[in-house]
């Protein structure tokens, strides 16, 4: 079972949350909380690449650190934003602050789980794993959340206000199924991305000028974005529409299907999911 809400949180969530690495995706969810009314000063970054570092404190107010055990202090809520590659060894510098202060332990990183976290950081730990999406920084994304049974209904409140700034929360109950949310959601706007370079350079083979190929895209894509989220309608009933019989929708559609998108889209995720698991293994 899985629940899903899409309400943006009561501005500032309460307490003060420290992000350890402050890089894309941290950026998006800062610039998220800041937009919904957190005041700066309960935002702190550690981060050690100092341009990286100024420009978060300029562009929001938060308050960055080179070090992170300095960033942490007086945080209630840690956000591990670092890249799997690096969680074991930034867990182990702040093992002995975890173990004194008890925050709430939030990962948005794939493929590490709540387990590894929470023995890196010293065992007995509330761990929230999270997998949001670059969407989120528009306040756009959606984030998949699993929480350890250490997290009690205030720390599962707190992590979903933190991450409702960036969008939609969907929360997972089965820790197996995030790297599957990884797979879907967390990579998924490539795919988008993907698709949409496709299709411009095949409108500039059919000898479409770049600059129109490219309008022509860039709309199509948020014109079915919108219409899948706001007709309540299926993709399936949204396409058959689209599709005259015998017209030149059924061309391409056919076209697709005889390819084989959907296997290649399932094999797709089926081989991010299973990257998950090896991210996991690798970085332990
Ligand atoms: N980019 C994406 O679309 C998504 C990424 N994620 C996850 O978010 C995490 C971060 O990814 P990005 O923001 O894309 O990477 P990024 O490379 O932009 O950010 C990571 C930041 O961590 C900093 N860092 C490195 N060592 C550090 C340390 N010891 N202490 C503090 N900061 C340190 C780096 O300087 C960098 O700015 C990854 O674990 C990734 O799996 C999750 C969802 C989507
Ligand atoms: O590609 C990655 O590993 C990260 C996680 C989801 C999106 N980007």
């Given at each position: 079972?899985?629940?899903?809400?899409?309400?943006?949180?009561?501005?500032?969530?309460?307490?003060t949350?420290?992000?350890?690495?402050?890089?894309?995706?941290?950026?998006?969810?800062?610039?998220?909380?800041?937009?919904?009314?957190?005041?700066?000063?309960?935002?702190?970054?550690?981060?050690?690449?100092?341009?990286?570092?100024?420009?978060?404190?300029?562009?929001?107010?938060?308050?960055?650190?080179?070090?992170?055990?300095?960033?942490?202090?007086?945080?209630?809520?840690?956000?591990?934003?670092?890249?799997?590659?690096?969680?074991?060894?930034?867990?182990?510098?702040?093992?002995?602050?975890?173990?004194?202060?008890?925050?709430?332990?939030?990962s948005?990183?794939?493929?590490?789980?709540?387990?590894?976290?929470?023995?890196?950081?010293?065992?007995?730990?509330?761990?929230?794993?999270?997998?949001?999406?670059?969407?989120?920084?528009?306040?756009?994304?959606?984030?998949?959340?699993?929480?350890?049974?250490?997290?009690?209904?205030?720390?599962?409140?707190?992590?979903?206000?933190?991450?409702?700034?960036?969008?939609t929360?969907?929360?997972?109950?089965?820790?197996?199924k995030?790297?599957?949310?990884?797979?879907?959601?967390?990579?998924?706007?490539?795919?988008?991305?993907l698709?949409?370079?496709?299709?411009?350079?095949?409108?500039?083979?059919?000898?479409?000028?770049?600059?129109a190929a490219?309008?022509?895209?860039?709309?199509?894509?948020?014109?079915?974005a919108?219409?899948?989220?706001?007709?309540?309608?299926?993709?399936?009933?949204?396409?058959?529409?689209?599709?005259?019989?015998?017209?030149?929708?059924?061309?391409?559609?056919?076209?697709?299907?005889?390819?084989?998108?959907?296997?290649?889209?399932?094999?797709?995720?089926?081989?991010?999911?299973?990257?998950?698991?090896?991210?996991?293994?690798?970085?332990?």
């Amino acid at each position: 079972m899985s629940t899903a809400t899409d309400h943006r949180p009561s501005p500032a969530a309460p307490g003060t949350v420290a992000f350890i690495g402050g890089g894309n995706m941290a950026r998006s969810l800062i610039g998220g909380l800041i937009a919904n009314g957190a005041a700066p000063a309960t935002v702190r970054v550690a981060e050690p690449n100092e341009a990286t570092r100024q420009g978060l404190a300029a562009d929001f107010g938060v308050s960055v650190f080179a070090d992170a055990g300095t960033a942490v202090d007086g945080a209630d809520a840690w956000v591990f934003a670092v890249k799997p590659q690096v969680m074991r060894e930034v867990c182990a510098t702040l093992g002995d602050k975890a173990r004194a202060e008890r925050p709430l332990a939030i990962s948005i990183a794939a493929g590490i789980t709540s387990a590894q976290l929470d023995r890196w950081l010293g065992g007995d730990m509330a761990v929230v794993r999270t997998m949001p999406n670059t969407p989120a920084l528009l306040g756009a994304g959606v984030t998949g959340l699993y929480a350890n049974p250490l997290v009690d209904a205030a720390g599962r409140a707190r992590a979903e206000a933190l991450l409702a700034s960036a969008g939609t929360t969907v929360w997972i109950d089965d820790e197996a199924k995030m790297d599957a949310v990884t797979a879907v959601s967390g990579s998924g706007p490539a795919y988008v991305f993907l698709l949409a370079e496709a299709m411009e350079e095949a409108a500039k083979a059919e000898g479409l000028p770049a600059d129109a190929a490219r309008t022509l895209v860039l709309q199509t894509v948020l014109g079915a974005a919108r219409m899948l989220t706001e007709s309540g309608e299926s993709p399936a009933e949204l396409r058959r529409r689209v599709t005259s019989p015998g017209g030149t929708t059924h061309a391409a559609v056919e076209t697709f299907e005889a390819g084989g998108l959907r296997a290649l889209a399932a094999q797709a995720i089926r081989n991010a999911t299973v990257r998950g698991g090896e991210l996991s293994a690798a970085n332990d």
